[in-house]
């Protein structure tokens, strides 16, 4: 499979496949180069018949602190900007997609901030395994926005849907400990542990027959999980409402200028 991209380091050692987010100067937030490279990382994944597992994690400090406002504002703390309208469209986001599509087993390894996106993004994974110094936020209600598949579809079935509730609601940010207790993390290390953890889990995989995990994953999806077509073309129709309306805007402009937002319904 492919090895070289731009915000992501990828390799595979005995058919466990490691990919790291590496923007670390922008503790892992995501920009469209990002989004696309999870994305295709992905789907190689799922092309390539020696890879029997998936580890997910970021370069220190972060795992993933969800979207790159910024660079979304074309450059500048501007609002106004037309992009992200110009980007929605009535179906999944296609890196949630591409993640949830992929067949072999996938281990979030949150090593620190898991944010926004890189909330849903952990939530995406068959497991996760927490760093010590990990952190969970579903923040997009701070920013006027509904959350992706992992708050919305995900996380209420991990944790049900009052916890769930809560923290879409809330937008408050848990720590690691909260995390397992609520059932999102399956265990938590000391940060200097969590890549030997989670190898060890992805050796352990990686020995079965590769056709009989993938044909697992398939059946724990269809018992657990369902489809998620319907509701991930919903999200998407319901944020370019959103991205329209002064909340959202007030909601980025308060982040950018490090103030708190005044929120008026409109």
Same mark, same amino acid.
């Given at each position: 499979?492919?090895?070289?991209?731009?915000?992501?380091?990828?390799?595979?050692?005995?058919?466990?496949?490691?990919?790291?987010?590496?923007?670390?100067?922008?503790?892992?937030?995501?920009?469209? *180069?990002?989004?696309?490279?999870?994305?295709?990382?992905?789907?190689?994944?799922?092309?390539?018949?020696?890879? /029997? +597992?998936?580890?997910?994690?970021?370069?220190?400090?972060?795992?993933?602190? %969800?979207?790159?406002?910024?660079?979304?504002?074309?450059?500048?703390?501007?609002?106004?900007?037309?992009? &992200?309208?110009?980007?929605?469209?009535?179906?999944?986001?296609?890196?949630? !997609?591409?993640?949830?599509? +992929?067949?072999?087993?996938?281990? !979030?390894?949150?090593?620190?901030?898991?944010?926004?996106?890189?909330?849903?993004?952990?939530?995406?994974?068959?497991?996760?395994?927490?760093?010590?110094?990990?952190?969970?936020?579903?923040?997009?209600?701070?920013?006027?926005?509904?959350?992706?598949?992992?708050?919305?579809?995900?996380?209420?079935?991990?944790? %049900?849907?009052?916890?769930?509730?809560?923290?879409?609601?809330?937008?408050?940010?848990?720590? #690691?400990?909260?995390?397992?207790?609520?059932?999102? *993390?399956?265990?938590?290390?000391?940060?200097?542990?969590?890549? !030997? /953890?989670?190898?060890?889990? #992805?050796?352990?995989?990686?020995?079965?027959?590769?056709?009989?995990?993938?044909?697992?994953?398939? %059946?724990? &999806?269809?018992?657990?999980?369902?489809?998620?077509?319907?509701?991930?073309?919903?999200?998407?129709?319901?944020?370019?409402?959103?991205?329209?309306?002064?909340?959202?805007?007030?909601?980025?402009?308060?982040?950018?200028?490090?103030?708190?937002? *005044?929120?008026?319904?409109?």
């Amino acid at each position: 499979m492919r090895t070289e991209y731009e915000t992501l380091r990828c390799s595979v050692v005995d058919h466990v496949c490691t990919l790291t987010i590496d923007r670390p100067e922008r503790r892992n937030a995501l920009n469209p *180069v990002a989004y696309g490279e999870i994305e295709t990382a992905f789907r190689e994944v799922q092309k390539d018949p020696e890879v /029997r +597992c998936v580890i997910l994690t970021g370069t220190d400090p972060a795992f993933c602190s %969800g979207e790159d406002v910024k660079e979304m504002m074309t450059g500048e703390p501007n609002p106004d900007s037309m992009e &992200r309208l110009r980007s929605v469209r009535p179906r999944p986001t296609p890196a949630a !997609a591409a993640v949830l599509d +992929c067949d072999r087993p996938v281990i !979030a390894a949150v090593n620190g901030a898991a944010v926004g996106w890189g909330m849903d993004l952990s939530l995406f994974a068959d497991f996760r395994i927490a760093s010590e110094r990990a952190k969970f936020g579903e923040l997009f209600v701070k920013r006027g926005l509904v959350t992706d598949l992992g708050g919305l579809w995900r996380l209420p079935r991990i944790v %049900g849907p009052q916890r769930a509730a809560e923290l879409v609601f809330t937008g408050d940010i848990i720590d #690691a400990a909260t995390a397992k207790e609520y059932g999102i *993390v399956m265990d938590v290390v000391a940060h200097d542990e969590l890549l !030997a /953890r989670a190898n060890d889990l #992805a050796a352990r995989i990686a020995a079965n027959p590769p056709l009989a995990v993938r044909y697992m994953k398939e %059946g724990l &999806r269809r018992s657990t999980w369902g489809d998620y077509g319907d509701l991930g073309s919903w999200i998407s129709q319901t944020l370019g409402v959103l991205f329209q309306t002064e909340d959202h805007r007030e909601g980025v402009a308060s982040f950018l200028e490090k103030r708190e937002p *005044v929120f008026r319904g409109r």
